[in-house]
């Protein structure tokens, strides 16, 4: 069953780590906005205060954090493109992003980027939870009940090899940076080990499948869904590395 968003009234990241009610919506949130304090683009649940929270308590522009990271993207994407006229590929690419985030969001993930036909969430930040990987689990499960059929449906119009389309999901956690990141132009996002094995993981997943590393199958534990093991091969990795295809 698809997990659906609900949209909250005060910012949970504030209220959950600090007790402080940021009004997102209605009028109460009205004098907030002039100081410039609204949802965040990232997760509607909580505020662009509560983005940088970090910098505002310890005086840091980046901090080192548990979490897992998500990426997920659309497989084949310059055969779609070269088949599909722009307008199709353009409704193709606004119902993925749009599919995406729900899924993250209910899950309480940030999504951290979207970026041609693939996405990045954050899941820990700034809402803990002690079940991160399992919710990052849970939303690439709905991304691919969202969208795979959807996929295929419509792409397969075009005379595409329906086996070869879906979406392809790589999923690790554990240490990792995220701040604001660049000078002259600065973005807010993560970097380190976990978030390039999640992208590598993603790269080399199957139509439909998602990939679990060896440390988020553990982190899963006894609440992980059947799980089969499978070696790869990652770029920038020497040898063989072990992964979980759910």
């Known amino acids: 069953m698809l997990a659906q968003v609900t949209h909250a009234t005060i910012c949970r990241g504030c209220w959950e780590q600090m007790h402080v009610p940021i009004a997102l919506r209605g009028p109460l949130a009205v004098p907030f906005r002039l100081f410039g304090i ?3 683009r990232m997760n509607p649940n909580i505020c662009t205060l509560c983005e940088t929270l970090f910098e505002v308590v310890m005086k840091r522009k980046a901090i080192e954090i548990e979490a897992t990271i998500l990426f997920a993207d659309i497989r084949n994407y310059t055969t779609v493109a070269q088949a599909v006229d722009a307008a199709e590929l353009s409704r193709l690419l606004n119902f993925f992003y749009d599919e995406c985030a729900t899924a993250v969001w209910a899950h309480d993930g940030l999504l951290n980027k979207a970026i041609g036909d693939s996405i990045l969430a954050i899941f820990n930040l700034p809402l803990k939870h002690a079940s991160h990987t399992q919710r990052a689990l ?4 709905d991304i691919r009940e969202r969208c795979n059929d959807h996929c295929k449906r419509e792409l397969a119009k075009h005379g595409l090899d329906a086996a070869e389309l879906g979406v392809g999901v790589g999923i690790d956690c554990g240490t990792l ?3 604001e990141f660049g000078t002259t132009h600065t973005e807010l996002t993560a970097i380190g080990q976990v978030v390039n094995r999640a992208a590598r993981l993603q790269s080399v997943a199957a139509p439909g499948e998602i990939l679990i590393s060896e440390a988020a199958s553990q982190a899963l534990g006894n609440a992980a869904v059947p ?3 499978r ?3 990652l770029k920038g990795y020497v040898g063989p590395q072990i992964a979980h295809v759910c």
């Open 227 to 229: 799980l089969v093991r």
């Open 177 to 179: 940076t995220f701040g």
């Open 231 to 233: 070696e790869v091969l």
């Open 38 to 40: 609204k949802p965040s």
């Open 138 to 141: 849970a939303a690439a499960q």
